[in-house]
């Protein structure tokens, strides 16, 4: 494997190592409740098992900010490697925390923001599917802030996994993009 090439491999890889460590988590958390509670209430320090959480958040978000500087290398980001910050912040300040809530809020404004903006810069350059990826990640932003103003679960997981979604498999696209010798 070339060296150049890991982090389109690492972007590619995102969604499973997402999955996985959230099983770990979750294990460790069995109050844990999808519809009840915020994914960040298993990182709250008041939880005998947050470091869990906020470990697995710290060592993703790392993962993430090498992926997204390979796609900001490659012209296909801008905003992502600041996002990967932010999420990196989510678990070095807990919900417990006043810096917690805005580092989570820049995340998924910086990534999804990310998705428009390159998506736009694809279609442009004549790859189609860009506008595509534009559209559902302003559509994905719409339905979180739908999902929580209308309070229709009690907690923020599921408003969140929406977004992680899309910026997941985004990342799966991206990294794809990549290793198919693609560069903006």
């Known amino acids: 494997m070339h060296f150049e090439r890991l982090p389109a491999y690492i972007s590619i890889s995102l969604p499973l190592i997402f999955l996985v460590g959230l099983a770990v988590v979750l294990s460790r958390n069995p109050w844990f409740s999808f519809t009840n509670n915020a994914l960040s209430d298993m990182g709250n320090v008041n939880n005998p098992a947050h470091a869990y959480f906020n470990s697995f958040l710290m060592f993703f978000a790392v993962l993430t900010f090498v992926a997204a500087a390979g796609a900001f290398k490659n012209g296909l980001s801008y905003l992502m490697p ?5 999420l990196f912040l989510v678990g070095v300040f807990p ?10 809020v820049l995340f998924y404004i910086l990534a999804l923001s990310d ?10 350059s004549g790859v189609s599917l860009g506008y595509l990826w534009s559209a559902l990640s302003g559509l994905t932003f719409l339905l979180m802030l739908y999902l929580v103003n209308a309070s229709i679960f009690r907690g923020l997981a599921i ?26």
């Not at 428009?116 to 279609?123: D, E, H």
Request: proline share 6%.
């Open 115 to 124: 998705i428009i903006v390159v998506g736009v810069k694809l279609g442009r």
């Open 159 to 184: 408003p969140e996994l929406v977004g992680a979604v899309t910026i997941l498999a985004w990342f799966v696209y991206v990294g794809m993009l990549q290793l198919r010798g693609f560069h903006v």
């Open 82 to 86: 600041l996002a990967a910050v932010f």
């Open 95 to 104: 919900e417990n925390y006043s810096p917690h809530a805005p580092s989570a």
